[in-house]
């Protein structure tokens, strides 16, 4: 994490707030810590903020603010955090998965690359609980961080150009689930029956930024009887 932010303007209505340069639980904590603030206080002339990893970018209106004087609040802000009853929301969302097979095509790639058994991989994917650093690439797609080290794997070298809705991925030390059919060149290992976007619903995306997801291994029996419940 840096010792001091860095402040950065975003074309001419956009300000980027960096606070490390590294995939950390503890900079990704500040940086939705700071989104949070400033949603709590309903800043003027702020319009939207974008979490990621390690940065948030604030769109403003330049007809109402300049990039300076927002800096120097929003410095302000983040000096005074302290001061805020800012509360993470930490809700623990089980997703029960179908690994290998037809549903997790690279399962078998990642044991060999590791020298693992299947059984190994799915354990070591299983038996921990990974935090929401961001929502991002397509709607709902929650990155989740970390994978154990016995199982991080590179992407692939060519992505696939239809990778079906609700599988569950892994592209090095990232953990992911594919809300909607789209490309993608994630090691795929299983999938869930779970719906990660709905446009219909409030929010739309079933995780948020600062949720805890936990994978539950179930058999195809169970993941079709999901499925089925998904439809009603």
Same mark, same amino acid.
């Given at each position: 994490?840096?010792?001091?932010?860095?402040?950065?303007?975003?074309?001419?209505?956009?300000?980027?707030?960096?606070?490390?340069?590294?995939?950390?639980?503890?900079?990704?904590?500040?940086? &939705?810590?700071?989104?949070?603030?400033?949603?709590?206080?309903?800043?003027?002339?702020?319009?939207?903020?974008?979490?990621?990893?390690? +940065?948030?970018?604030?769109?403003?209106?330049?007809?109402?603010? +300049?990039?300076?004087?927002?800096?120097?609040?929003?410095?302000?802000?983040?000096?005074?955090?302290?001061?805020?009853?800012?509360?993470?929301?930490?809700?623990?969302?089980?997703?029960?998965?179908?690994?290998?097979?037809?549903?997790?095509?690279?399962?078998?790639?990642?044991?060999?690359?590791?020298?693992?058994?299947?059984?190994?991989?799915?354990?070591? &994917?299983?038996?921990?609980?990974?935090?929401?650093?961001?929502?991002?690439?397509?709607?709902?797609?929650?990155?989740?961080?970390?994978?154990?080290?016995?199982?991080?794997?590179?992407?692939?070298?060519?992505?696939?150009?239809?990778?079906?809705?609700?599988?569950?991925?892994?592209?090095?030390?990232?953990?992911?689930?594919?809300?909607?059919?789209?490309?993608?060149?994630?090691?795929?290992?299983?999938?869930?029956?779970?719906?990660?976007?709905?446009?219909?619903? &409030?929010?739309?995306?079933?995780?948020?930024?600062?949720?805890?997801?936990?994978?539950?291994?179930?058999?195809?029996?169970?993941?079709?009887?999901? +499925?089925?419940?998904?439809?009603?």
């Amino acid at each position: 994490m840096y010792q001091t932010a860095k402040y950065m303007p975003v074309g001419d209505r956009a300000l980027l707030i960096e606070f490390g340069n590294t995939i950390s639980l503890d900079v990704n904590q500040k940086v &939705h810590t700071l989104n949070r603030a400033i949603s709590q206080l309903e800043l003027q002339n702020v319009e939207e903020c974008v979490p990621t990893y390690r +940065s948030l970018l604030v769109y403003y209106d330049p007809l109402k603010t +300049s990039y300076e004087q927002l800096v120097f609040r929003l410095k302000d802000l983040e000096e005074r955090l302290d001061e805020f009853n800012v509360s993470i929301r930490k809700r623990l969302i089980e997703v029960p998965v179908v690994y290998g097979g037809k549903y997790g095509p690279d399962l078998g790639y990642v044991a060999k690359y590791h020298d693992l058994d299947k059984e190994d991989v799915i354990r070591l &994917h299983s038996e921990r609980k990974y935090t929401v650093y961001m929502i991002g690439f397509v709607a709902g797609f929650p990155y989740l961080g970390e994978v154990a080290d016995e199982i991080a794997t590179p992407r692939l070298k060519t992505p696939r150009l239809r990778v079906p809705a609700g599988s569950v991925g892994i592209a090095e030390k990232q953990a992911g689930i594919y809300p909607c059919e789209s490309p993608g060149g994630w090691q795929i290992i299983g999938r869930t029956p779970l719906k990660f976007f709905d446009a219909r619903k &409030h929010p739309p995306a079933l995780i948020q930024p600062g949720d805890t997801v936990k994978f539950k291994q179930v058999v195809k029996e169970e993941f079709q009887n999901f +499925s089925q419940e998904q439809q009603k």
